[in-house]
């Protein structure tokens, strides 16, 4: 069974070389195979593509960041600070080694067709230019899901696919992550250039149009030797054959795409997201997305959901972690969020349901606690 861990870079923190590294040690040392690397989204383009190097000289930098708890439809305040920073491609060689030495797979995440507008503001021709105001987007300072995505016309596949190359020559994983979450269908629905692509392309709605640019880097990976890996959306205007699919939006995407004969991995926002909080008392805790995820709940995660056969069970390949940063201030703040959630996690995938016992776990987990003490982990205090 493999087992992934997802670490996120692309908001608040451009996290330090040196502290990924650190956090790949302690996936190693919890068993974890995978570190799933989020490197694109609307508020940071982290990666160098050479290619296209305003992706990192434009799409790398926000002006400021929202301050406090990002509100829909309300006023929010911004910090006024610049923010930003990248890693190079030699930077992510170096991780990608490192990892390796400790038997761990970096799955690098390009995400596609939503949560991009760093990109559409470094190379505003890939954005749905008919409905956008003149001027330039820009790389976004608030949280939350952005309406302005990729359009779906040939010269914006080809660039992506142009991104995929340099991502794959550093990147052995088997595994490629495109997201496919969260992309609203709004600026599709309403540019007339998008509505003639779907016509040309015979497609009867936006939906199908995502899955249709979704397909295309499903070939092209496969192609190429190969998996594409998206969030569960990517199920919504059919599956393209052989993407596997990661389950965040609870396990029903999951328990869908496995019936149907793909593999995933069960991410559930129900057991798995470290960026929920520890508390109900939300006051008792740092500032966070919300949620509520405790240390109980993260050890009850079972990846193969009830509701499949045996032979449906099996294409549940990994259970994963989530660790989305954007209310993650530094690093000691990441690993608050991260420790011990990660440490039930690491069990509850690599235990079987009925040799499981969360007060057996509890005792044992103070000598592990002082294990973490040694590695200078700041961990949450269980309360429980
Ligand atoms: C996700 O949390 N949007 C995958």
């Known amino acids: 069974r493999y087992t992934l861990v997802t670490g996120v870079q692309t908001c608040a923190l451009p996290i330090s070389k ?4 650190k956090f790949i040690d302690l996936l190693a040392l919890h068993k974890l195979n995978r570190f799933h690397w989020h490197l694109t989204d609307d508020q940071g383009w982290r990666i160098e593509i050479k290619q ?31 923010h930003g920073g990248f890693y190079t491609q030699a930077d992510i060689a170096e991780i990608v080694a490192y990892a390796a030495d400790r038997c ?45 995505v990729f359009n779906a016309n040939e010269g914006t596949i080809l660039f992506l696919q142009g991104v995929l190359d340099e991502v ?40 199908e149009l995502q899955s249709y640019f979704i397909r295309r880097m499903d070939d092209y990976l496969v192609q190429r030797g190969r998996r594409l890996v998206g969030w569960d959306e990517i199920l919504e205007g059919g599956l393209a054959p052989n993407a ?7 396990e029903a995407g999951g328990i869908a795409a496995a019936q149907a004969g793909h593999d ?11 960026d929920y909080l520890q508390s109900e008392d939300r006051d008792a805790e740092p500032l966070g997305i919300g949620g509520f995820i405790s240390l109980e709940k993260a050890y009850s995660f079972e990846p193969i959901p009830p509701e499949l056969t045996p032979e449906q069970g099996r294409h549940i390949i990994g259970g994963q972690g989530q660790l989305w940063t954007e209310y993650i201030a530094d690093p000691r703040h ?42 200078d982990v700041n961990y949450r205090k269980p309360t429980d």
């Open 18 to 21: 040196s502290f990924v590294k």
């Open 52 to 82: 296209y190097p305003r992706l990192t000289e434009v799409g790398a930098w926000r002006k400021q960041t929202v301050s406090g708890h990002w509100r829909r439809n309300e006023p929010n305040t911004y910090d006024g600070k610049p």
């Open 104 to 148: 761990i797979t970096v799955v690098p995440e390009i995400e596609m067709p939503g949560h991009a507008q760093a990109a559409i503001a470094a190379y505003p021709e890939l954005g749905n230019t008919d409905v956008l105001p003149p001027e330039p987007l820009e790389v976004s300072p608030d949280w939350g899901v952005n309406v302005h």
């Open 168 to 207: 794959l020559a550093l990147f052995p994983s088997q595994y490629i992550h495109v997201g496919g979450d969260e992309c609203p269908k709004r600026e599709w629905h309403e540019s007339p250039a998008a509505q003639a692509r779907m016509q040309e392309l015979g497609l009867a709605d936006e939906e």
């Open 244 to 250: 596997i699919v990661m389950s965040w939006r609870g």
């Open 264 to 274: 995933v991995i069960m991410a559930s926002n129900r057991y798995t997201y470290f």
């Open 334 to 375: 990441l690993e608050y969020m991260a420790f011990p959630r990660l440490v039930a996690l690491a069990e509850s995938v690599w235990t079987p349901a009925e040799r499981k016992n969360y007060a057996d776990f509890r005792g044992r987990l103070s000598t592990h606690l002082q294990r973490l003490d040694i590695l």
